[in-house]
């Protein structure tokens, strides 16, 4: 079975503050791809980063970065220097091309960790 | 527009009623998606659409939900005889070839 798992429910930092957002996941398929995505208060899933199984190379996009650890099964994101827009509910998510039952692609996701920064 | 929309954005029904979410994905994306998302966690799949076909709905609940998307566009999500087990936000996603999906707004439902 697949499973993500974000074991952070919530997270409050004080704005400037580097919050990491942790994410482990669970699946048998060798090929599979990682997202994470934002859900500010108007709910909107936005995306973020998609990563595929086979690339473990870190990024960075501006004050974000992702950190894919095969041998652990995680891929956690971090914000440096946190601003308050950064509030929101994040979400890790995990899908595997051709997936169980004809799926397609179908995204799992994890529960989410609501992050607060303070000004 | 140029993104996923979704209407009504709120729906409030009275339990039993039925009712019809819509779904307006992105121009030229052959692959649709329903997700349910109920408070305080992350959405869930009911189904999956390959332009008119849906290949995919193993996540619906019950025979009570009902997905179509008849000419491989607009697409409706219909729920008969809600439940207040139904209330949730209902997302829709559309996604073109093999990458990530774009997220409409979503319709949030509440059953009395």
């Known amino acids: 079975a697949q499973k993500v798992t974000q074991a952070q429910t919530e997270i409050s930092v004080v704005e400037k503050e580097d919050v990491t957002l942790d994410c482990v996941y669970e699946?048998?398929?060798?090929?599979?791809?990682l997202f994470w995505y934002k859900q500010p208060p108007s709910g909107e899933l936005v995306f973020l980063i998609r990563?595929?199984?086979?690339?473990?190379q870190n990024e960075i996009s501006g004050r974000y970065s992702w950190n894919f650890q095969k041998s652990t099964s995680s891929f956690n994101f971090t914000i440096t220097a946190s601003q308050v827009v950064d509030s929101a509910v994040y979400f890790c998510a995990l899908t595997s091309q051709g997936g169980y039952g004809g799926s397609q692609g179908n995204l799992i996701f994890g529960k989410g960790t609501k992050l607060s920064v303070k000004p | 527009g140029a993104g996923v929309s979704q209407s009504p954005r709120y729906k409030v029904a009275k339990r039993g009623q039925d009712v019809a979410l819509r779904c307006d994905p992105i121009?030229?994306?052959?692959?649709l998606f329903w997700y349910q998302q109920a408070l305080g966690q992350g959405p869930e799949f009911l189904t999956y659409?390959?332009?008119?076909?849906?290949?995919?709905k193993s996540g619906l609940p019950s025979d009570r939900f009902f997905a179509e998307r008849p000419e491989g566009s607009v697409s409706t999500l219909k729920i008969q005889r809600t439940q207040q087990e139904d209330s949730a936000v209902y997302l829709c996603?559309?996604?073109?070839?093999?990458?990530?999906?774009?997220f409409g707004p979503g319709t949030r439902l509440t059953v009395l």
């Open positions: 996603a559309s996604r073109p070839a093999r990458n990530e999906q774009f």
């Open positions: 121009s030229g994306h052959v692959s």
């Open positions: 699946t048998r398929d060798t090929t599979y791809y």
């Open positions: 990563r595929n199984s086979f690339d473990e």
């Open positions: 659409f390959q332009n008119e076909a849906q290949l995919d």
